[in-house]
């Protein structure tokens, strides 16, 4: 019986061309990688797709990500078989999740706005409240029982199913799972009001304002996670390009004296 054929994402594609290129010699063990602007534009894909590749090549010990470095090549990655087998299927990564959450319940706050009751709202309050919680595991049980909430108040058991599958993902996919712990523990605040701004919506029972809400909130997570695993090279980018306004800005003041 012929094995299953593993889905075709584009994260495994982008690590399976790192391996490749580290197994031909264009990359050695010690090798820095490519600033992940130049790998998005050579492998013509977006920037959290490079992330997600970076991350699954980590978790397979091809590469190390360092602080304030960069990326690099730690193991040859050398494996028998062909290159589609090289790269495991580490599931869906957390860029994957966000992108359906936008689609799905971004949908789904807007049907459910229509008939929004009391009742509701009081349970959504309730999940906001303890989202502030200072346990992570409370607060994100509160955040996924807000949103999967919200989809029970469509009345599409299958709609409801899928919101709860996409939160289960977080944790069951390996690649989604090592993104979201190293985005853990930062924005609350933020979110807590993205959150109660949702429940407005809801309470006024205004399907668009509702939609556009959950939508608002869910492009939110996602450049936060952007920002929370952004690679190292950036951020020292970031600290040089600081640096130099900060040396041009003292050369000025000299000037003017």
Not at 164 to 173: H, I, P
Request: glycine fraction near 6%; aromatic fraction near 4%.
């Amino acid at each position: 019986m012929q094995a299953p054929q593993q889905p075709d994402r584009l994260y495994r594609r982008v690590a399976d061309h790192i391996i490749a290129a580290i197994e031909s010699g264009t990359y050695a063990i010690g090798d820095k990688l490519p600033a992940e602007r130049d790998l998005a534009e050579a492998n013509g894909v977006s920037r959290p797709t490079i992330r997600e590749a970076m991350i699954a090549l980590e978790i397979m010990g091809i590469v190390e990500i360092r602080d304030r470095s960069g990326i690099y090549v730690v193991n040859s990655g050398d494996t028998s078989g062909e290159t589609r087998d090289k790269v495991p299927d580490l599931s869906v990564g957390a860029f994957e999740l966000v992108e359906a959450r936008i689609l799905i319940e971004g949908d789904a706050a807007g049907v459910a706005a229509e008939g929004a009751t009391a009742e509701d709202i009081d349970i959504l309050k309730a999940y906001i409240e303890d989202m502030g919680s200072n346990d992570p595991e409370a607060c994100e049980a509160a955040d996924r029982s807000f949103h999967v909430h919200i989809a029970s108040m469509t009345h599409n058991g299958a709609l409801t199913a899928a919101v709860e599958l996409l939160w289960d993902l977080r944790k069951k996919s390996p690649l989604a799972a090592q993104i979201m712990n190293r985005a853990q523990g930062g924005g609350l605040e933020a979110r807590i009001s993205e959150h109660a701004n949702i429940m407005r919506a809801l309470e006024t029972r205004n399907p668009v304002a509702a939609r556009e809400a959950m939508r608002q909130h869910l492009e939110q997570v996602r450049e936060y996670l952007l920002d929370a695993t952004e690679t190292a090279e950036i951020d020292a980018l970031r600290m040089r390009l600081k640096l130099q306004r900060q040396s041009m800005i003292r050369r000025t003041k000299t000037l003017l004296v």
